[in-house]
């Protein structure tokens, strides 16, 4: 088991940075990667970015890349994503997803086994 749990969301000033945490626990050794997916009301769930367990490698959505940033907190655990220029359709439930080894690509959202509860993001125009 599992658990994932995202904070920073909210009403996202204009001109501030988007930045979200999610930590992990529970049983992490067999964790491939842990991502970050994002879904807004009427579209489909969109990958954005997620980071290895091992050796930190990262990839990117196309809604990020070039402007955002994914990393980890080791010592707590904790994922990490900032999101620069955020835009009004940036706007979602932004969910932490953790991937097993040997599930899949990061880059599809079946492929996950555990998901977080999701966080409101609402950036102002």
């Known amino acids: 088991q599992v658990q994932l749990v995202e904070s920073g969301g909210g009403l996202l000033p204009a001109g501030e940075s988007l930045r979200l945490s999610c930590a992990v626990s529970?049983?992490?050794?067999?964790?491939?990667?842990v991502a970050w997916f994002r879904q807004a009301p009427g579209k489909e769930r969109e990958f954005v970015a997620s980071?290895?367990?091992?050796?930190?490698?990262?990839h990117y959505g196309d809604s990020v890349r070039g402007r955002g940033t994914i990393s980890r907190d080791s010592a707590k655990d904790t994922v990490l994503l900032r999101m620069d220029d955020p835009q009004p359709e940036d706007s979602a439930v932004y969910s932490c997803?953790?991937?097993?080894?040997?599930?899949?690509?990061?880059?599809?959202?079946?492929?996950?086994?555990?998901w977080g509860q999701g966080t409101q993001v609402t950036v102002s125009s």
């Open positions: 980071i290895m367990r091992s050796g930190d490698y990262t």
């Open positions: 529970g049983r992490t050794n067999d964790l491939f990667a």
């Open positions: 997803a953790a991937l097993l080894r040997g599930r899949g690509t990061v880059f599809y959202a079946a492929n996950y086994d555990y």
